[in-house]
């Protein structure tokens, strides 16, 4: 096996890194104090091409391999995880799908925008009755003469806020179950669609989240994403993919946990020497550095998959669940090598802590990865 990246990998990750450095870190509090939208920062994303890393040239993308856009995602969450939200979400989520299920036509106005950055993309799937079950689908979209009728409230909306092309699951057939959800593209703009409330979060407070009213919202049949009664298909291949970018926030999160203990461990001294010289201190470093190496190894072994075309919804749930566990153990653990320090706003890692516990939970939950897993291993 090859653990080398290649050279565009290396200047990618070099990339991601430097932005996260210069452009991020030193904004992230006051973005997470005051729930502000990073805008400023996403555009400038865009401009690096980190908005559509996968997609290919000819539709806005940068073309480059899902390696590569785990790399820049896990760089980009280092310096502040709800910017590495944002743009997993537009990557993973909103272009992907697009990009796998729409026709040219499709790609040409809707996926390009994506791409580039000229536009945000959110997916809308949950629904306030329908979270880890998310067959229970209530939304509905009739059809008409011209198109589809939406109607329904759809919950925890990543970059619902700003978003300006949503992926919308409904039912087309309330009769059929999961066989009946189809996937609609819808303009975030159009008549109809409105923000109903956004969420206040205990952690990644820059990244908005909605909930989002469709009332009579028409589509045409152009909008529809794949076939009638597929949607269900798309949410659950967009998810396998969408969870390699939680997980690569989650190592981003880790990774500067671990960075910061390091550092901390070094200059406070306690009983004449610096605290790093104890073992217990040695000891917490030591296991965090386990934990976020082989988090590393499954999320990158995810994406590899992916590039080679093979199926990795196992691979993925591995990554999703064995990162988010290890961003939650780090943040704790930073959190304890701070003392009292790190139990305030004035350092760090308090908000590391807060900021992981949702890679525990969005995109399918741990006890979904598990059902994942369980189903693979058991056949």
């Known amino acids: 096996m090859n653990f080398e990246l290649s050279g565009e990998q290396e200047l990618i990750q070099k990339t991601a890194r430097e932005f996260a450095d210069r452009e991020i870190m030193p904004h992230a509090a006051a973005w997470d104090r005051d729930a502000q939208f990073p805008a400023e920062a996403v555009s400038k994303l865009a401009g690096l091409g980190f908005m559509g890393v996968f997609v290919p040239q000819e539709w806005g993308g940068s073309g480059l391999d899902h390696l590569s856009y785990t790399l820049a995602v896990e760089e980009i ?29 499709q790609k ?29 689908q209530k939304a509905t979209a009739k059809p008409d003469a011209d198109g589809y009728i939406l109607n329904g409230t759809k919950n925890f909306i990543t970059n619902g806020v ?10 087309t057939d309330l009769a059929a179950g999961h066989k009946g959800i189809s996937a609609f593209i819808v303009d975030a703009h159009a008549t109809g669609v ?3 409330k956004t969420e206040k979060k205990m952690g990644i407070r820059a990244s908005d989240t909605a909930q989002i009213n469709l009332d009579d919202v028409r589509v045409g049949r152009d909008q529809r994403l794949g076939a009638e009664g597929d949607g269900f298909k798309v949410a659950m291949q967009t998810l ?6 939680i997980a690569a926030q989650a190592l981003g999160i880790a990774g500067a946990a671990l960075e910061h203990s390091i550092r901390y461990s070094k200059e406070r001294e306690q009983f004449g020497r610096p605290i790093g010289s104890f073992q217990a201190i040695q000891f917490k470093i030591a296991d965090m550095a386990m934990r976020l190496d082989a988090s590393r190894l499954l999320t990158y072994r995810a994406a590899a998959i992916k590039d080679a075309g093979k199926r990795h919804s196992m691979e993925s749930a591995m990554a999703k669940l064995m990162a988010s566990t290890t961003a939650v ?11 009292g320090n790190g139990y305030s706003k004035e350092y760090p890692v308090e908000k590391l802590m807060r900021d992981a516990k949702i890679c525990d939970i969005y995109e399918g939950t741990n006890e ?3 059902m994942v897993i369980s189903a693979a291993v058991m056949g």
């Open 77 to 105: 969450s280092r310096g502040d995880a709800s910017v590495g939200v944002i743009m997993s979400v537009n990557n993973s989520l909103a272009s992907w799908p697009i990009l796998q299920f729409g026709d040219d036509a």
């Open 108 to 136: 040409e106005r809707w996926l390009k925008p994506l791409a580039t950055g000229a536009k945000l993309g959110a997916y809308c799937l949950s629904e306030p009755q329908a979270g880890t079950d998310a067959a229970a």
């Open 162 to 171: 700003h978003a300006d092309t949503l992926i919308v699951f409904c039912m």
């Open 194 to 196: 409105s923000v109903a």
């Open 240 to 245: 396998d993919g969408g969870r390699i970018g």
């Open 329 to 339: 153990h780090c943040g704790e653990e930073a959190v304890q090598i701070f003392g």
């Open 368 to 370: 979904v990865q598990r």
